[in-house]
């Protein structure tokens, strides 16, 4: 005999905890949010123009009275103060492609919470799915072994025949090496589920779905999408995949090599600095004072690889930008075109079988101990019954699957 699936003690999660766990605990969130910091950071620094600086400077020996380090009347000190000017966008175009990083890693953030509430969705779908199979097998399991208690006592008398004893206790063999295997999925996908909420321990989650209720949001979903993929309303999808998280975060790191561009050619412009001087006793006389600036001419370097560099880079963003936006468009439309299929599937399931599929098990080990069936079509109606509650499970979580893609769109696309 195999053991039934059971935890001494579990985590419980419902699917709509999700959100608020991954906002709360997910790792990859908390360090999206540390690049933000970051940014702000950069933009600050940005917006700082360069600091002035002063030269002094002192004679050694007075060469008129022989004096070392001479501080009065006739030594010579000499002050100059320069101070860097920008032209040309040469500091506007840095502070706006550092604001625009900026607020592409704000994006960033939208896109990790994005990401990061998918994945663990999507994991505890395949855990629930997995727990709720590992259910059907502890059904199983439970009527073959009493079955089998009871053959082996007839057995035992002669009452019955040693094949089926041996053919009832191999299929419950079967049944718990199943078994086994889905207990180890079920354990990669706990792993996966405590990774991305940051769950520390041991403690098993055990998840909590309505699966009816998770039906019914889904085809609510399905109308208010409808009009997005109509021909007619084919700009409200270009809307919608417009402002999808991940799309916005290309579009503000295109923005940043847009100004990364115009700062390079800013930095091909002459670089200026004004100049203030005052020599205490200079050649010309006592207490000289002048002013000037220094121009650094772009003769022989016009910055020129820096600018194709840049340019270069922001055809690239462009090009990803616009390879995203074609993703996102075809993926928007392939998953809701499969939700429609699965959708009509989990109906004609649910009119077909649904309603007496529970019934089954219980009506064949009636029928089997009462030797209406036989050995053959007792083991064919268990795996009649596991084959079609898995089949309907499996439609069921590939149903959320396909409504977490959409959401995207829905929730973070601000449809």
């Known amino acids: 005999m195999c053991m039934l699936t059971a935890h001494a003690q579990t985590r419980k999660i419902s699917i709509d905890e999700i959100d608020s766990l991954v906002a709360r605990r997910n790792l990859q969130l908390q360090a999206a949010r540390i690049d933000v910091s970051d940014a702000e950071g950069q933009l600050q620094q940005a917006k700082k123009y360069a600091n002035p600086e002063v030269q002094v400077m002192h004679n050694v020996q007075n060469p008129i009275n022989k004096k070392w380090f001479d501080f009065g009347y006739e030594g010579e000190t000499d002050v100059q103060i320069s101070q860097p000017i920008a032209i040309g966008g040469q500091h506007m175009n840095k502070v706006r492609q550092a604001q625009a990083m900026l607020n592409a890693n704000k994006a960033a953030v939208n896109v990790a919470f994005t990401d990061a509430v998918y994945n663990a969705r999507i994991a505890f779908a395949d855990l629930y799915g997995v727990q709720q199979k590992l259910k059907v097998y502890d059904k199983e399991i439970a009527s073959v072994e009493k079955i089998l208690q009871a053959y082996k006592q007839l057995s035992s008398k002669g009452n019955e025949s040693r094949i089926h004893t041996l053919r009832i206790a191999t299929m419950l063999n079967e049944l718990c090496s199943e078994k086994t295997e889905m207990q180890a999925a079920e354990n990669d996908y706990q792993q996966q589920l405590h990774i991305l909420l940051n769950i520390k321990g041991e403690t098993p989650i055990e998840t909590q779905m309505d699966e009816d209720a998770i039906v019914n949001k889904v085809i609510d979903n399905s109308l208010k999408l409808r009009p997005f993929v109509a021909h007619s309303d084919s700009t409200l999808l270009q809307h919608a995949i417009i402002n999808h998280p991940e799309l916005k975060q290309l579009a503000y790191q295109k923005e940043s090599a847009l100004y990364a561009v115009k700062a390079e050619k800013a930095d091909a412009?002459?670089?200026?600095?004004?100049?203030?001087?005052?020599?205490?006793?200079?050649?010309?006389g006592h207490n000289f004072f002048a002013v000037g600036a220094t121009v650094a001419l772009p003769l022989w370097n016009r910055n020129q690889g820096n600018i194709r560099s840049a340019k270069a880079q922001y055809e690239k963003a462009d090009i990803e930008q616009k390879q995203k936006e074609s993703e996102l468009t075809a993926s928007f439309l392939a998953t809701y075109n499969s939700l429609l299929n699965n959708l009509k599937l989990i109906e004609t399931q649910k009119a077909n079988i649904a309603s007496e599929l529970d019934?089954?098990?219980d009506a064949a080990e009636e029928q089997f101990m009462k030797r209406n069936i036989?050995?053959?079509?007792?083991v064919d109606m268990y795996s009649s019954y596991r084959n079609s509650k898995f089949q309907m499970l499996d439609a069921k979580i590939q149903l959320v699957k396909q409504n977490e893609e959409l959401n995207r769109f829905i929730k973070r696309g601000q449809l």
């Open 269 to 284: 412009l002459p670089h200026i600095t004004l100049n203030g001087e005052w020599d205490k006793n200079g050649s010309i």
């Open 359 to 361: 019934n089954l098990i």
């Open 374 to 378: 036989s050995v053959i079509e007792f």
